[in-house]
């Protein structure tokens, strides 16, 4: 009988997980995320990445390492400064620019 009352106890319990674990999908499905939530998500993300690669481009300066020109080093630092505008007038303006390529 003790087997039957344990039995009867963890499948009550089953039952009740089972009945929050539905509760939440629910949930989950209606509670969509607002635009600033997902603003913020998504710059949480992608600054880090911009910067990691800034800091990379940045590990080209080593003229231990690598042979440059003051040109070929202007023009990377222009093009940079240049995205930099772009990004700051679309947060101005809300839109958008077009994307442009970079070539040495």
Known sequence: MTTNK???KTTA???????KTMANKNTDKKSKKSDAEKFAELAN??????LRVL???SSLAND???????AQSTA?????????DDLSECFKNG?????????I
């Open 45 to 50: 993300i992608r600054v880090p990445k911009a």
């Open 76 to 84: 990377i630092i222009s093009a940079l400064k240049s995205a930099v």
């Open 55 to 57: 800091k990379s481009i």
């Open 64 to 70: 231990d390492k690598y042979e440059y020109t003051d």
């Open 95 to 103: 839109g958008k620019k077009d994307e442009e390529t970079f070539r």
């Open 13 to 19: 319990k089953n039952n009740a997980k089972g009945d």
């Open 6 to 8: 344990n039995t009867a």
